[in-house]
């Protein structure tokens, strides 16, 4: 796969890039020692197993099993091929080089589909942003928009459109541009006509927001109703908002608003601006909120926090300020505390304000300095959110809210805070501080003696926890061969020590052995041992390459030396010869109880003649 390329086009990519630096852009890296770790994007995990080693420019799993170099990550991660993930290296790291994308292997027929879909959505895209921008049908839209703040290179960055109100209007687009109705039907933006098979634009009337994946293209879209003027009002109830339904582009489950644009920034300061959406995404976007992102009206998912576990530490909650987004942000703070990744906060809008009513109202400067300067802490929001929902001149609700307070409290961190609202509880309830601390205590005591319980016991618990997967066991036999392969990849004198001590020498692990067979013909075509990410290029079997990378990722410190090459060839044929002799003698036992007295003294002589060679090897 990887002679479509000339070979010093890939070197030129691997030397000038930095498999850190790429990776970092898709995973939040933390430096450890002398590697780099952060939570898998592959699975999902508590703790993080994902290592990426800057000196030998590969990663590795340690739960999934996944690894490889910079190519195989990016095609794993983008699901894109070799000569696509070569490429898009050299485009991460601003090299310069012509690639044909052209020549790579056929798509998959999902993959196509998914193709075809998104030139779909692009030209809908284009069409509705024409629509908005230089037509006469667009002009109420347009003017409506500049009127809410909307400036011509904010409406270009969103590529916001508008959808004539001619439902037949887009499908009639499609159709010149030859797609075909299957696949205009597949892409959610239009539905059935009830009396005909005509197929209508589902958002005809509205404006458009495109609705962009990771990687800025359009996947879907949202349409917002034009405010309708009084003499226009009717019995009609029709939702001011209205998405694409689930496709195969499309989960609103795994979508975050405006993700493409934000997660530079978002890696960057490693925090995002979590708002319940798009329009208040754009409007503090064009305020100078660079990291903000929107889960599309909807309550926050397991699915979306997930994207953000692997991006960023600190999030912060700006929701509507009526009933209904003071419920969605405690849902959310929930969610995320639960998960235990992040350091949550709120940017609470009072009096009933959503972050674009602020931004209107108040300017830009005023909602800047309010996100940075006047957040609450996750115990401050749940705090008020208590009081809202308690009528606090009722001593029993008073008594409640004191217990759920000092409860929350037992599970902040810091004793400073801690110290800081005990007193302002004391102050707020006029109670002496002495007495809050003692039940906070009881309460401290209480929640610790039900975490014990609840946590199975464990000895010599290391500090730096990694979920290991289920998966079979690996022998010592098969441990001590990966220390073999680990030496032969990166020292020339373990192959002239092999060759010395057993020139005939096999690995009895299979996979072992055909990583064995390829590795020599690779150093003997290079001439030279190392160059690992190189070899796992050449590597089609994705779990070959895996057991490469692991086994690549093991440090053994001390040198190469003939003693160490010769123990590991004396314990290999010792266990190997030990395994056939069990396997004789309980051939030998069957044998017996067959009465096959003939194959029970073939047998015999077998095993007489490996007791020797087992003799042989231990003196």
């Given at each position: ?11 030129k ?29 592959f ?82 895209t ?41 439902k ?77 339904p689930?496709?195969?582009l ?12 934000a997660?530079?920034q ?40 997930r ?21 969605a ?39 800047l300095e ?29 008594l ?43 309460y ?27 998966q ?7 441990l001590?061969?990966?220390?073999l ?12 020590y ?89 051939a ?10 003939d ?19 231990k003196?």
């Amino acid at each position: 796969m990887a002679t479509r390329i000339p070979e010093e086009t890939i070197n030129k990519i691997r030397t000038e890039t930095n498999i850190v630096d790429v990776i970092s852009q898709y995973v939040q890296l933390k430096k450890r020692g002398k590697n780099y770790f952060g939570f898998c994007p592959f699975h999902d995990e508590r703790t993080p197993s994902f290592s990426v080693t800057d000196e030998k420019q590969i990663f590795h799993c340690f739960s999934c099993g996944r690894g490889g170099n910079i190519f195989t990550f990016l095609m794993e991660i983008e699901s894109i091929s070799f000569v696509e993930s070569v490429k898009k290296a050299a485009d991460l790291s601003g090299v310069s080089v012509q690639i044909d994308t052209h020549i790579d292997q056929p798509r998959s027929e999902l993959q196509t589909k998914k193709d075809q879909l998104l030139a779909v959505h692009e030209s809908a895209t284009a069409f509705y942003h024409q629509v908005l921008m230089n037509t006469v049908t667009g002009e109420e839209a347009l003017k409506y928009l500049k009127e809410r703040g909307f400036t011509t290179e904010l409406l270009e960055e969103f590529q916001i459109g508008f959808s004539p109100s001619d439902k037949t209007a887009t499908q009639q687009i499609m159709k010149q541009r030859n797609y075909s109705e299957q696949l205009m039907r597949e892409s959610g933006i239009f539905s059935d006509r009830t009396d005909s098979d005509e197929l209508l634009d589902r958002f005809a009337s509205r404006i458009i927001f495109p609705l962009r994946n990771e990687k800025g293209q359009t996947i879907a879209f949202s349409g917002r109703t034009l405010p309708k003027k009084a003499l226009e009002s009717s019995d009609f109830h029709e939702a001011k908002y209205l998405n694409s339904p689930e496709t195969v582009l499309f989960s609103k489950r795994n979508y975050l608003f405006n993700l493409d644009k934000a997660r530079v920034q978002m890696r960057k300061t490693s925090e995002v601006v979590l708002f319940e959406g798009y329009m208040d995404v754009i409007s503090a976007w064009n305020a100078g909120v660079k990291n903000g992102v929107a889960s599309m009206g909807t309550a926050l998912t397991e699915e979306q926090i997930r994207i953000l576990n692997k991006m960023v530490d600190s999030v912060v909650i700006t929701f509507d300020g009526d009933r209904a987004g003071l419920e969605a942000t405690k849902k959310a703070v929930d969610l995320l505390n639960d998960s235990r990744h992040f350091e949550v906060s709120v940017f609470p809008m009072l009096g009933g304000m959503d972050p674009d009513d602020y931004i209107q109202q108040k300017g830009a400067p005023a909602f800047l300095e309010g996100l940075s300067n006047q957040r609450e802490s996750s115990f401050q929001f749940q705090s008020r959110y208590l009081k809202a929902n308690l009528d606090l001149d009722s001593e029993t609700n008073r008594l409640v809210y004191l217990e759920k307070v000092l409860r929350m409290l037992v599970e902040v961190d810091s004793i400073i805070e801690r110290e800081l609202y005990l007193n302002e509880l004391s102050e707020e309830f006029e109670l002496d501080p002495a007495v809050l601390k003692n039940q906070l205590l009881i309460y401290q005591q209480e929640f610790m003696l039900t975490n014990k319980r609840n946590t199975k016991p464990s000895s010599d618990k290391p500090t730096f926890v990694i979920d290991m997967p289920i998966q079979q066991q690996m022998t010592k036999s098969d441990l001590t061969e990966r220390q073999l392969l680990n030496r032969l990849f990166h020292h020339e004198e373990a192959w002239h020590y092999l060759n010395k001590l057993s020139p005939d020498f096999n690995f009895t692990n299979e996979q072992h052995q055909t990583i064995y067979l390829l590795y020599s013909a690779f150093h003997d075509e290079m001439q030279s041992v190392g160059f690992v990410p190189q070899f796992l290029d050449r590597l089609k079997d994705s779990s070959m390459g895996a057991i490469v990378t692991e086994i690549t990722m093991n440090e053994i410190q001390s040198e190469v030396t003939e003693q160490e090459i010769a123990d590991i060839l004396s314990y290999l044929e010792n266990t190997s010869l030990m395994d056939q002799l069990k396997q004789k003698n309980q051939a030998m036992k069957q044998a017996t109880r067959n009465l096959d007295m003939d194959k029970a003294k073939s047998l015999l002589q077998e095993i007489i003649f490996l007791n020797r060679e087992l003799k042989k090897t231990k003196k």
